[in-house]
């Protein structure tokens, strides 16, 4: 089966995280960062981590405008925050999806970065990990401990999150399958950690 990696930066100093993706044995790095910068990380920064993989022979990518969580489109935000499901159907987003997939047989190796050390709480797994995962790709989350989480694990623990009594639901909600807890979970999670309009007011949003 096909595979794509996912892995936050804030768990890793710099060399920590160019071990892990040898460890997997990454060839290619998919930036899904707005804005490829940090304050804190700055070895994180475009052009510095650009240069450190390129001499370790891993090809870096900035996909700001497929997959960034922080689009420019406000027909991307009906209620006010950036919805994944209405933006991963755009023709840009599925541009990248069929970019990346038709090159794995290629033997690209991909990893999605972004800042985040908890999948959960990333538009890079909740968005763009979640499409790849419905087209048949294994998805492995790297952790901060550089062990990784299924999507399949990922999936459970948004419904054990948002439906902690399942076996205990109301008249109204006995009647949702697995499929539907989780679809239901992703949109929670993505109203929870989605990019909100009002975020946009004196602020800088970096990662």
């Keep these: 089966m096909q595979e794509i990696y ?3 930066y804030a768990g890793f100093k710099i060399q920590d995280f160019l ?10 790095l998919i930036d899904v960062r707005s804005n490829p910068y940090s304050k804190i990380y700055a070895d994180y920064n475009k052009e510095a981590l650009n240069q450190l993989l390129q001499h370790n022979k891993i090809i870096y990518r900035n996909y700001s405008s497929e997959f960034g969580a922080r689009q420019s489109n406000m027909e991307y935000y009906p209620n006010g925050y950036l919805d994944f499901l209405l933006f991963s159907k ?8 069929t970019k990346i997939i038709r090159s794995i047989p290629l033997g690209f190796n991909f990893v999605l970065m972004c800042s985040e050390k908890d999948p959960i709480t990333c538009h890079r797994n909740i968005m763009v990990a979640r499409e790849f995962y419905k087209k048949g ?4 989350n790297i952790l901060s401990d550089g062990s990784y989480i299924t999507q399949a694990e990922i999936e459970k623990k948004l419904v054990e999150y948002y439906y902690p009594n ?7 909600e006995a009647d949702l399958s697995w499929e539907e807890m989780v679809d239901n979970s992703y949109k929670f999670q993505n109203e929870k950690i989605g990019y909100h309009l009002e975020d946009e007011v004196g602020s800088v949003v970096y990662g």
Excluded: D, H, M, P
């Excluded at 071990?19 to 060839?27: A, G, R």
């Excluded at 023709?91 to 990248?96: A, H, M």
């Excluded at 790709?137 to 492995?140: D, F, G, S, V």
């Design 166 to 172: 399942r076996n205990q639901l109301s008249f109204l």
């Design 6 to 8: 996912t892995i936050g």
């Design 90 to 97: 755009s023709q840009v987003f599925q541009e990248g999806i």
């Design 137 to 140: 790709i294994e998805i492995k």
């Design 19 to 28: 071990k892990v993706l040898k460890k997997y044995q990454i060839n290619s």
